[in-house]
């Protein structure tokens, strides 16, 4: 490792060795006419390769369009030949990929995390920057507990000038979390979208701790209702449906289907009040716990069939689309009236 020294920031101990760059814990160094010695700590990153120093610029002045609770915060940085360097605020959490994911016992403080998260890749769109290499290990934890802050904008690119600063053969980030446009590296113009799509295999991965390739969130293996434990339906907790439909709007080969960051923090806290008070997602394909004994499940009676409609003394007619819905062990009945308006699929 290179030595280092500097007038400002005195070396406290290294962090690990990353491919670009070596880390360690500093303090502001303190003169002789100080009064009280600034004991905080900080994170200071030394470029290993200057030819990678395009990176640094990037980072820096991303970063410092940047205000915003849940982004990094740079305090410090050179540029000068010889010794580039930055300097942030110290988040002694670490990443959530090495953290223990004290979120994941509840859907809600997931869906917050991921909320946190959401909000600051938000304010970046909005101030014209593209993160481009959103995955666990670029998300910080300012404590054991939260909350999360999005770091490392080395690869983000600037909506103005649309300028990319790696070669056209090349790919950026990691392939798991990649939107599909960017893969071969061949994209001219890199939009909000491709930020979103990592979004979505990110509120995946914040639920399970794990990440599929390409659009599988929708396979019976991957499908996330499957990873909550619900020890009334072998079918997994069906209140997870609303997370489902947010990586719906997120995890789509095409850019053109996925939702901006704007509407998505929206249905992110819809989606926490829906989980909050229980509310079923409407959909044949799950089964919907009993609203009254708690212990038996929906299931269907009747779709449209106004004989059995009938049968409950309900009125068929040319505008009404009844769906009958009975529980399995206290017969409870749920009834339905779409009159016209699409029902669930």
Known sequence: MAKFNSHAWEIIRDLSEGG????????????????????????LKRLKNPSRLDRFEREIEA?????????????????NEGRPYIVTEYCHGGTIANAAPYWRSDPVATLVVFEQILDAVHTAHSHGVLHRDIKPDNIFLKSAIGPPVV?????????????????????????????????????????????????????????????????????KEWDIKQHWNDPFSPNGDSILEHVNFLLDLMVTQDPNDRRDSANLLIL??????????????????????????????????????????????????????????????????????????????
């Open 268 to 345: 992110t806290r819809q989606a926490q009040a829906l989980i909050r008070r229980r509310s079923h997602y409407l959909s044949k394909s799950i089964q919907h716990e009993c609203n009254f004994c708690g212990r038996g499940k929906y299931y269907l009676h009747s779709d449209s069939d106004p004989r059995k409609a009938d049968g409950f003394g309900l009125k068929s007619t040319a505008q009404s689309s009844w769906r009958i819905m009975i529980c399995n062990e206290c017969g409870h009945v749920q009834l339905f009236n779409f009159r016209g308006q699409k029902g669930w699929e």
């Open 20 to 43: 670009q760059s070596w880390t360690h814990v500093v303090k502001r160094k303190s003169g002789p006419d100080d009064a009280h010695a600034d004991e905080t700590e900080y994170v």
């Open 151 to 219: 770091g490392d904008f080395g690869l983000s690119i600037f909506l103005e000038s649309g300028n990319r600063i790696t070669e056209t053969q090349e790919a950026v980030g990691p392939r798991l979390y990649m939107a599909p446009e960017l893969e071969s590296g061949r994209v001219e113009h890199v939009t909000p979208a491709s930020d979103v799509y990592s979004l979505g295999k990110l509120l995946y991965w914040l639920f399970t701790g794990r990440v599929f390739s390409r659009e599988a969130h929708r396979e």
């Open 63 to 79: 970063t410092s369009r940047l205000s915003h609770a849940n982004i990094i915060r740079i305090v410090d940085h050179s540029l």
